[in-house]
């Protein structure tokens, strides 16, 4: 029963012995100058990160102060793997930088899932919480137990992958629902003209899987159970990451988030 909690140990202190040795990188050449008074004067760098490098050295010590959540929370024994994460946190730094999202809660769908299982995760990456693991729906067009059809395209009621930021909340047809705005051109911008948004929906439930085998489809929407969808759209409302993610090749290659 100790091993789960000794590799945990280790993973976080290889994760801060990682970021220890980056912040040492990060300051090792640059030396004091004097004024010819022997006070400090500004500091001369004989080597110095471009602002690219700085960007980057600060997106890799944000990753890595992340991942020991998934660790902690053994997400990988529920079910979401080590790399779709890293993804999911390596678009969510790129978009903290446009000052757009609050970067505490992200949610991942993983489409490479059957509907049948739990491929829906709220975490709460500051205070270590899952807070919602859920079923969650894919659009019709897009396959019946598993996805693997995708588009942007109107009236095309297929769901569309990428990375989303959550907006306002309103009630329409579907009951209590959020406003989605897709963030990568071409791949998922055309969201809120779409109307996809996160609503509950009772064909979300065990209760279908028990009958067909897999939970309905909705028209691209990412459609949650009803039981469960006001609590998860007030969690993750006004401008948090939801990343819904397949391992098709037509997306991994044309996000600039993901890579």
């Not at 930021?165 to 047809?173: A, L, P, S």
């Not at 909705?218 to 969808?229: D, F, H, K, L, R």
Request: aromatic share 10%; proline share 4%; charged share 20%.
């Amino acid at each position: 029963m100790q091993k789960p909690k000794k590799k945990l140990r280790l993973a976080n202190l290889v994760q801060a012995a990682v970021l220890g040795v980056l912040i040492v990188l990060h300051w090792s050449f640059v030396p004091f100058t004097t004024d010819g008074t022997g006070a400090p004067a500004t500091k001369k760098l004989l080597f110095a990160p471009t602002p690219i490098g700085s960007i980057e050295y600060h997106a890799i010590a944000w990753s890595l102060s992340k991942m020991a959540v998934y660790d902690s929370l053994h997400l990988e024994e529920q079910g979401l793997s080590r790399s779709v994460f890293q993804m999911a946190l390596r678009g969510m730094e790129k978009l903290k930088r446009t000052g757009l999202i609050r970067d505490n809660i992200l949610s991942i769908a993983d489409f490479s899932k059957p509907s049948s299982e739990k491929r829906l995760f709220v975490i709460d990456l500051n205070n270590y919480q899952m807070l919602f693991h859920s079923l969650v729906a894919h659009g019709n067009r897009s396959g019946k137990e598993s996805a693997h059809v995708f588009s942007n395209k109107p009236r095309s009621n297929a769901s569309s992958l990428g990375f989303y930021v959550t907006g306002e909340t309103y009630r329409g047809t579907n009951g209590y629902s959020l406003k989605l705005q897709g963030m990568e051109k071409g791949i998922n911008d055309a969201a809120f003209r779409r109307a996809i948004v996160v609503h509950g929906a009772d064909y979300v439930s065990e209760s279908w899987i028990n009958s067909q085998g897999y939970i309905g489809r909705s028209q691209g929407c990412p459609a949650v159970p009803n039981e469960i969808s006001r609590p998860l759209i007030d969690e993750i409302k006004e401008g948090t990451v939801l990343f819904i993610y397949h391992p098709t090749s037509a997306y991994i290659s044309r996000s600039k988030l993901v890579r």
